[in-house]
């Protein structure tokens, strides 16, 4: 099993910036896969951005250009750094762990997330 803490959330207005740390530990050797997911006020959870053991990253449409992940592999931490920020970006941040095959991507583990709320 996976732990995971997310930290970096907070208030900030529109066109500003944050950034987002999530800290894993445990069975890490078990995962490939981390992501950040967000769920917005009465919306559907969205996945925001995935990075693989391999360095590849993939954002949603959303956000291309806008937001980065990235880790640190000695730490055991991933970034997500988001800049112009929209209000719509207004959300709950989670931060996933999980493992990705040929055939199938299965996150297994989550964070307990972190509010990022973005004034007009």
């Known amino acids: 099993q996976v732990q995971l803490v997310e930290s970096g959330g907070g208030l900030v207005q529109a066109g500003g910036s944050l950034r987002l740390s999530c800290a894993a530990s445990g069975t890490i050797f078990s995962i490939n896969l981390m992501g950040w997911y967000r769920r917005a006020p009465g919306k559907q959870r969205e996945l925001v951005a995935t990075i693989r053991s391999g360095g590849s990253v993939t954002y949603a449409d959303s956000v291309k250009g806008r937001f980065t992940i990235s880790r640190d592999n000695a730490k055991n931490t991933v970034f997500l750094q988001m800049n112009s920020l929209k209000p719509e970006d207004t959300g709950v941040y989670y931060c996933?762990?999980?493992?990705?095959?040929?055939?199938?991507?299965?996150?297994?583990?989550w964070g307990q997330g972190t509010q990022v709320t973005v004034s007009s």
């Open positions: 996933a762990a999980g493992r990705e095959s040929k055939v199938s991507v299965t996150y297994t583990d």
